[in-house]
């Protein structure tokens, strides 16, 4: 088992900027891929950011590319995503997830531990 807690969530002005962290405990962090997903109101799941285990490798959606930095700390079990120039429709619950598939998975079915989420609003 691996439990996720998100935290850094908020609301922020339209080109603001957040932190958003995770804190993995559990089993060995360092061996899973960590994800974030959003999820806005009446909206599906929606792949933001993932990060793979062994070499640090990262990946995008086209929607937040340059504007959103994930990194992971594998001393600390900790996964982050810096998120600048925020825009209103960036509005969402954000959620941390662990995968054990290889690569860096973008589909959320491949991920097997989820945390609870955090919100951010973005005022226009």
């Known amino acids: 088992q691996v439990q996720l807690v998100e935290s850094g969530g908020g609301l922020v002005q339209a080109g603001g900027s957040l932190r958003l962290s995770c804190a993995a405990s559990?089993?060995?962090?360092?061996?899973?891929?960590m994800g974030w997903f959003r999820q806005a109101p009446g909206k599906e799941r929606e792949f933001v950011a993932a990060?793979?285990?062994?070499?640090?490798?990262?990946y995008y959606a086209d929607s937040v590319k340059g504007r959103f930095t994930i990194s992971r700390d594998n001393a600390k079990n900790t996964v982050t995503v810096q998120v600048n120039s925020l825009k209103p429709e960036d509005t969402a619950v954000y959620y941390c997830?662990?995968?054990?598939?290889?690569?860096?998975?973008?589909?959320?079915?491949?991920?097997?531990?989820w945390g609870q989420g955090t919100q951010v609003t973005v005022s226009s």
């Open positions: 559990g089993r060995t962090f360092s061996l899973y891929a």
């Open positions: 997830a662990a995968s054990s598939a290889l690569g860096i998975p973008t589909t959320s079915r491949l991920y097997q531990y």
């Open positions: 990060v793979n285990w062994g070499d640090s490798r990262t």
